[in-house]
């Protein structure tokens, strides 16, 4: 199983920050880009990201109900949008930013 480090989550969530900040989306642009998390915020996310793997297992679909192709790449996205949606207070979606596919 696919396990990041602190270090990705940190580059990944820079890259896609960056990227919302030229995102269509007013949800998503208006606020980004986000600092990054820091490294020890980071490595706290990681037990989340073990959970959301396993939700994904479970049920083949998304939080938002989709058919899931890609595991990783959607638990990653979905511990962004918790993230984004924690700091932010609001919902923001995230498949619109991936700008190369990261994984």
Do not use: C
């Amino acid at each position: 199983m696919y396990e990041a480090t602190p270090q990705e989550i940190v580059r990944l969530f820079t890259d896609w920050e960056n990227t919302a900040a030229k995102s269509a989306n007013p949800r998503v642009s208006s606020a980004a880009p986000l600092d990054p998390p820091s490294m020890e915020e980071a490595a706290a996310l990681i037990p989340r990201l073990r959970g959301i793997h396993e939700e994904l297992e479970e049920n083949d679909v998304d939080w938002h109900g989709r058919p899931v192709a890609e595991r990783d790449q959607s638990a990653m996205g979905q511990l962004w949008e918790e993230w984004r949606d924690d700091k932010l207070d609001v919902w923001n979606g995230y498949r619109a930013v991936w700008r190369p596919d990261p994984f």
